[in-house]
């Protein structure tokens, strides 16, 4: 079946810009999770939903950062006035409910020059 | 700050033989763990989980080792395969995932 997908794959944008990124989860998974990895490192937690609610959002680094889930499906990851230091895979990860496996999608690159 | 450690940041194996990636935590209440394989331009996918209440956990060619006494875990690996090269993070379940910092596997031929 279907995994988590997330678009762009790839997204290079200029230092002050403003970028969306988006993650579909399994069908069904009620859980949604952000992760950012930079090179050489382990991912680290951003956000976490359960539902259309932002249940954790204890990882997000300033208030640049913003991410949506209105309809408990889809998120976007939202970051304002971006800097050469959020260049990072972003990853999104969901699960059937917030103690089940996690299943990560294959990130979004960003590049911020 | 940071709860789960790799020991060594990379690791060459023989293709045949068996890998050993060790792992060690700083919270003794720390009761969930995860191990995780990354291959390059993909999210880190699952391998094989573990509960405090346990010390061994088996899956297919991979085992997980738990000592809680010395709050270490590794993973093994046995016939190690060039399909196995990959970053192996050990990481801690609490709802959101705290990983590590993860050990890059190399094969050997």
């Known amino acids: ?113 | 700050g940071e709860s789960v450690g790799l020991h060594l940041p990379t690791l060459s194996v023989q293709e045949g033989d068996n890998s050993i990636i060790n792992c060690a935590y700083s919270n003794s209440a720390s009761d969930y763990f995860i191990w995780y394989k990354q291959e390059s331009g993909k999210g880190p996918q699952f391998i094989i989980d573990i509960r405090s209440n346990m010390d061994k956990r088996q899956g297919q060619r991979v085992t997980v080792l738990l000592n809680k006494t010395v709050k270490h875990l590794s993973l093994q690996i046995a016939a190690t395969q060039p399909g196995d090269s990959a970053v192996y993070f050990c990481a801690e379940n609490r709802g959101k995932i705290i990983f590590g910092k993860g050990t890059r596997l190399h094969i050997l031929p």
């Open chain 1, 1 to 113: 079946g279907a995994g988590v997908s997330q678009t762009p794959s790839n997204k290079v944008t200029e230092k002050g810009k403003y970028v969306e990124l988006r993650c579909d989860p399994i069908s069904g998974h009620t859980a949604l999770y952000w992760y950012r990895q930079s090179l050489g490192q382990g991912p680290e937690f951003l956000i976490y939903f359960q539902g259309t609610g932002a249940a954790d959002d204890s990882g997000l680094p300033n208030d640049r950062f913003f991410a949506v889930r209105p309809e408990g499906s889809v998120s976007t990851l939202k970051i304002q006035r971006t800097e050469r230091g959020d260049s990072a895979v972003y990853l999104c990860a969901s699960s059937q409910d917030s103690h089940n496996e996690q299943f990560f999608g294959p990130g979004t690159r960003l590049t911020v020059l």
